[in-house]
């Protein structure tokens, strides 16, 4: 680090500031500036026909201003938009924005680019801030003002060009982050001056964080500020363009829109210059976590960064907020278990139940992912994690008290693979050690007679005959029981086998139709204190007991 070559940013001279007791209660007016912004920050820019289906994929989503690109910058840029005029792909309720600098031969192009199109934006801009003043212009304050001025002026005297368009004006004073904030209002009321000699419509005043360089409280001051400042702010919109230089474009347009503003311009994912420009999805879905309707549809995420991705050939990070491949999964172990008791929580209650699962800030259902990627096993998960997939993807909805000894087993296959389990890899390494065991017991041959009682006696009891094999040894059995399972476990007393109870046993059925069988969870307690889980499974309800018993005798730790 070089002592004294960085300075903090200079505070805004504010008091009793409000935003920050305000609240986000309704969305701004969002512009999308992806296929100017984001399009001039692609490594490869897009084509005319990619732009066309960018645009459609805009307006589907609910954008109602879009800008477009810079028409006399060029031919390309043109055609575009005369593509969209020409073959009536603009919706009556989008307007189209256009950049332009405040040359005139630049603005009678653009003019030209607008005919036939009902209405628009025409954006101008010049840069304000002191570094472009001092190393870009070499001009003085009341320069850079006048610039201002006569872009508009020029904008003006083009106004019969654009008969039968409605134009509203946006200006921005680029760089206006960087630039004192009272010069900013000042140069903002020329410009608005200047239009209100001909035009009555609410200007736009756009103030973009073209480098962000403070924390997102002094940017919310810097909007109060001039929201405060500008004269007659009811004829004014304010509008924001954040960028992300440090990492906070997010947070510094929320606080903006505290701060007082109306209008968001950002694109999708982020996508922009540098570090990008305000990521729109991430903002929006922020406010529909909180209860607050964004006006855009976002319901089928999957789907729009799919077509993103075709279109602008650029990856979307996992860990993008709400998009992102890994943001509803869960490899930590006491994530998963918060989120299946969650989950298990919200199948009992009404669908419009207030959403509050853990780790999870919204229904991934609401934006087209789906649970079953919610929770992803590895070395690092925990013991519900594996017995979550088991129950979402097989229906196997084993006792919480044996989660643990299949999270070890689970833990330990990761351990050995270093590497992520998929789902039938975790069904595979269950059905090994616990349904598929047939040594050192197995079942040669098992019957059941039924006995009834005596008359008038409910007593009713099964005799069990069987040949096992233990140890490579074959044994014919027998016994009585009060059931199947009874009475296997006394006729296995005529076997070496090491003498047990059964702790705890646990049965439900899985599958439907002719396709259902029983599953059965049986805990036994050996002679020498252990405790040992087994798993059985059989079209017969009394065989999967059974067959729960023998896993167990088999277990290996």
């Given amino acids: 680090m070089i002592k004294g070559k960085y300075r903090p940013f200079e505070p805004v001279p504010i008091t009793n500031r409000k935003w920050p007791d305000n609240v986000i209660t309704k969305a701004p007016t969002w512009v999308s500036v992806d296929l100017r912004d984001g399009n001039q920050a692609l490594i490869n820019p897009m084509g005319i026909d990619q732009k066309l ?171 109060e500020y001039f929201c405060t400042h500008i004269s007659n702010r009811e004829n004014v919109i304010i509008s924001l363009h954040n960028h992300n230089d440090r990492g906070e474009g997010v947070a510094s347009c929320e606080l903006g829109l505290l701060a007082g503003a109306d209008r968001v311009e950002g694109t999708l994912f982020g996508n922009g210059e540098r570090t990008g420009n305000l990521d729109i999805v991430t903002v929006a879905l922020n406010m529909y976590s909180q209860g607050v309707d964004p006006e855009l549809d976002f319901s089928n995420i999957p789907a729009i960064a799919e077509e993103y991705q075709k279109l602008t050939d650029m990856p979307i990070h996992p860990r993008t907020p709400y998009v992102g491949d890994l943001v509803y999964t869960a490899f930590s172990g006491s994530h998963q278990d918060a989120i299946r008791k969650g989950m298990a929580a919200r199948t009992k209650m009404e669908n419009d139940a207030v959403w509050d699962v853990p780790y999870l800030p919204i229904d991934p259902h609401d934006i087209g992912r789906q649970y079953e990627g919610i929770i992803r096993i590895n070395s690092q998960s925990g013991k519900g994690g594996a017995a979550y997939i088991l129950e979402q993807d097989y ?99 005529q076997t070496p086998l090491p003498r047990f109870n059964i702790t705890s046993f646990h049965e439900h059925s899985i599958g439907t139709g002719s396709d259902t069988s029983a599953i059965a969870y049986v805990q036994i307690t050996v002679e020498d204190g252990r405790q040992v889980w087994g798993v059985g499974k059989s079209s017969n309800v009394g065989r999967a007991g059974v067959a729960a018993v023998v896993s167990a005798l088999n277990f290996k730790e």
């Fill in 53 to 223: 289906a960018f645009f459609d994929l805009l307006v589907k989503l609910g954008f109602k201003e879009i800008e477009v690109g810079f028409p006399s910058a060029s031919d390309t840029e043109y055609n575009f938009l005369r593509r969209l005029i020409d073959e009536n792909r603009v919706p009556e309720d989008v307007t189209l924005q256009v950049l332009c600098q405040a040359r005139e031969h630049l603005v009678k192009k653009t003019f030209e680019s607008l005919k036939g199109l009902p209405k628009a934006i025409f954006h101008i801009y010049n840069s304000t801030s002191p570094a472009q003043r001092k190393y870009t212009f070499n001009m003085s304050k009341e320069q850079i003002k006048q610039l201002a001025v006569d872009g508009v002026a020029c904008v003006q005297d083009c106004l019969p060009m654009a008969s039968g368009t409605d134009i509203r004006l946006e200006y921005s004073p680029e760089s206006f982050s960087t630039t004192e904030i009272d010069y900013s209002v000042e140069v903002c009321e020329a410009v608005k001056e200047q239009w209100a000699k001909t035009c009555k419509d609410k200007i736009i005043l756009n103030l973009p964080t073209t480098v962000e360089c403070s924390t997102p409280n002094q940017f919310a001051d810097q909007i």
């Fill in 395 to 493: 229906g196997i909805s084993m006792p919480k008290a044996m989660h643990s000894a299949l999270g070890m087993v689970i833990k330990q296959a990761a351990d050995n693979a270093q590497r992520e389990l998929q789902s039938k890899e975790i069904y595979d390494i269950f059905a090994d050690r616990w349904l598929n065991t047939k040594s050192p017991l197995s079942i040669i041959d098992l019957a059941e007679t039924h006995i009834e009682g005596e008359r008038g006696s409910d007593k009713e009891e099964v005799m069990c005959r069987a040949t096992v094999e233990y140890n490579l040894k074959k044994y014919s059995i027998g016994a009585k029981g009060n059931g199947p399972l009874d009475a296997f476990v006394t006729a296995l007393q």
